[in-house]
């Protein structure tokens, strides 16, 4: 079982500020998603990084993956209530992915 | 377009009765399918996964087994359940290609008493 530390496990902020959650592993994967989850809902795909060092931004969510494929970060600017949810980072080996164990946002109007 | 059944939504059982949850995959062909359970607030547990009918990788040992009776279902069996069964199951699906990313299903909440 490959094992992935998020943090922080809970965050509370005003809307308006910025937030960063990592992902970290010592193990290295093909490729490592973000998702985030509702209450009483399967998790979503936000976002796939594939290469060491790749950024990839998605509105006002910007992602990193770590030059070794071990880590990833999550960045959001300007967070609005609409982002309070659950997050979740999961790296994927040949046919597994293992997920991260969840970063809880919430944003406060 | 593809679309990924789970059920039931909810289900209360008591200790030491059996469990059977069934996910199906529409719009697809020979799926990877996947069985994870989520402790509340917390990352997902990759229980079981399978690539092919008939073929299971066990990722934990549990009191659980899963079966794939057909390409485009997964079964998540018990024959007698524990308290610590307790949990939010979710079954997803993925393409066999790279860069796959897994489609998940609305997940079943068990609560066992």
């Known amino acids: 079982t490959q094992l992935l530390e998020q943090s922080p496990q809970f965050l509370s902020i005003q809307e308006g500020e910025n937030l960063t959650v990592y992902c970290n592993s010592s193990?290295?994967?093909?490729?490592l998603q973000w998702y985030r989850q509702e209450p009483g809902e399967g998790p979503v795909l936000l976002v796939t990084?594939?290469?060491?060092?790749e950024v990839k931004k998605l509105k006002r969510l910007t992602f990193q993956f770590g030059d070794a494929r071990k880590d990833s970060s999550l960045h959001i600017t300007a967070a609005q209530p609409g982002d309070t949810g659950l997050y979740l980072c999961?790296?994927?080996?040949?046919?597994?992915?293992?997920f991260g164990t969840g970063t809880s946002l919430t944003v406060i109007p | 377009s593809q679309t990924i059944h789970q059920w039931p939504a909810t289900l209360v059982q008591p200790v030491g009765s059996p469990l059977s949850l069934e996910c199906t995959v529409e719009?697809?062909?020979?799926?990877?399918l996947y069985w994870y359970r989520q402790a509340a607030g917390r990352g997902l547990q990759l229980l079981f996964y399978?690539?092919?009918?008939?073929?299971i990788s066990s990722e934990v040992p549990q009191n659980l087994s899963a079966s794939r009776p057909q390409d485009r279902q997964f079964i998540l069996s018990s024959k007698k359940l524990l308290l610590s069964d307790s949990g939010f199951y979710l079954c997803?699906?993925?393409?066999?290609?790279?860069?796959?990313?897994?489609?998940f299903g609305s997940g079943t909440q068990l609560s066992v008493l």
């Open positions: 997803a699906w993925s393409g066999d290609r790279v860069q796959e990313k897994l489609f």
């Open positions: 193990s290295v994967f093909s490729s």
């Open positions: 990084v594939v290469t060491g060092g």
């Open positions: 999961a790296g994927a080996t040949g046919n597994q992915f293992y």
């Open positions: 719009g697809t062909s020979n799926p990877n």
């Open positions: 399978s690539v092919g009918i008939g073929q």
